[in-house]
């Protein structure tokens, strides 16, 4: 993982890699390309051209380098700063539950968590400032009173603090794995065993920084544990309910993967393929129009339980799954009971 950081008085960006012992040997600009996947390759050649790639503390200016095993690399990018400033955004919101400290929201899916590089509006934050002033007065403006989130395109409950001390508190619940997390998943092909665990440390990608990896060991990632069981079996799916113990960053989604089960139409961790079943012209017709249904990966954060920062009460939310998923689910249902399309 690189070393990032910001210097705003310069307007750099910079980032530091130490190149593993045992690294292949390979040009500077594809090194650096497969560290960065958010910077085009136009952009990181122009910055070895301009002499702002390091290697082992030495410019170097010419993008065949070879990049060798234990080098040490820096590259700076000039920074245009982002304006930070978040304009409330009147977007409706599914509220399971609000009080004074806390609120618990239905996330839909397409909506992204908090604003990012390229999602500078539209976001659960912009419509819970427009929603709750009371947010305004926290400190970190970017993600004011997160203590967690989901992928943009996984539906489902989060919880928000409304105010510092709820923030601490919560932030102590995650951190401490005291709160209870379920989420529903549709996963390619027949799990052999009704329920397991998974534990397998994860980590970003080391060649696609957009993405997660299970890492054997204890050398790379973060300790994840994720507990699963199945809900329904269908002909070449499965509907199970997952439990983190851990928080990871797409833990359910790297973790499925790692076992052989990508979900269903993850198009990050190749479940939005046909992985299973027949080659039959109808078969195929029926999992594009499934595709069609739900077009995203097939996960929902169903249900949330934390203590009350305030009152110390013990705080259960549980929510419907939305209609797209629903649909999917009837239509693996009609499939496998008719099984219209066996060999």
């Not at 304009?87 to 908090?114: S, T, W």
Request: aromatic share 10%; hydrophobic share 35%.
């Amino acid at each position: 993982m690189p070393k990032k950081t910001i210097f705003d008085d310069n307007l750099i960006e910079h980032f530091n890699f130490l190149v593993e012992g045992g690294h292949d040997i390979i040009r500077l600009d594809k090194f650096l390309m497969t560290r960065l996947a958010n910077k085009s390759r136009n952009r990181i050649q122009q910055c070895i051209i301009n002499g702002n790639v390091f290697c082992n503390n030495n410019k170097q200016t010419k993008s065949n380098y070879k990049v060798k095993p234990n080098d040490e690399i820096s590259i700076r990018f000039e920074y245009e700063p982002l304006d930070k400033s978040i304009i409330p955004e009147n977007i409706p919101l599914d509220i399971v539950y609000d009080d004074d400290d806390v609120i618990v929201v239905n996330k839909k899916p397409g909506m992204v968590v908090h604003p990012s590089f390229g999602h500078y509006s539209g976001t659960l934050v912009h419509a819970l400032l427009f929603r709750y002033n009371d947010l305004n007065k926290l400190d970190n403006q970017e993600r004011p009173g997160l203590v967690h989130r989901i992928d943009k395109n996984t539906s489902g409950l989060l919880v928000v603090a409304r105010n510092a001390d709820s923030l601490t508190n919560l932030s102590a619940q995650f951190y401490n794995h005291s709160t209870e997390r379920k989420y529903i998943a549709l996963v390619w092909g027949v799990l052999k065993q009704d329920k397991g665990t998974i534990e397998a440390n994860i980590g970003r990608n080391l060649k696609n920084r957009k993405i997660m990896d299970v890492f054997k060991g204890d050398e790379r990632g973060k300790r994840s544990l994720t507990h699963y069981r199945v809900i329904e079996r269908f002909s070449y799916v499965t509907l199970i309910e997952c439990q983190l113990e851990t928080g990871r960053t797409h833990q359910i989604r790297v973790h499925m993967k790692h076992i052989g089960h990508p979900l269903f139409n993850d198009n990050e961790y190749g479940g939005d393929k046909i992985l299973k079943g027949t080659r039959f012209s109808k078969y195929t017709q029926f999992i594009k129009n499934c595709f069609k249904i739900l077009p995203r990966q097939a996960l929902h954060a169903k249900s949330l339980g934390f203590t009350h920062p305030k009152n110390n009460r013990k705080m259960h939310f549980d929510s419907d799954l939305p209609q797209d998923f629903e649909e999917l689910i009837k239509k693996w249902r009609i499939y496998s009971n008719s099984n219209l399309f066996a060999n």
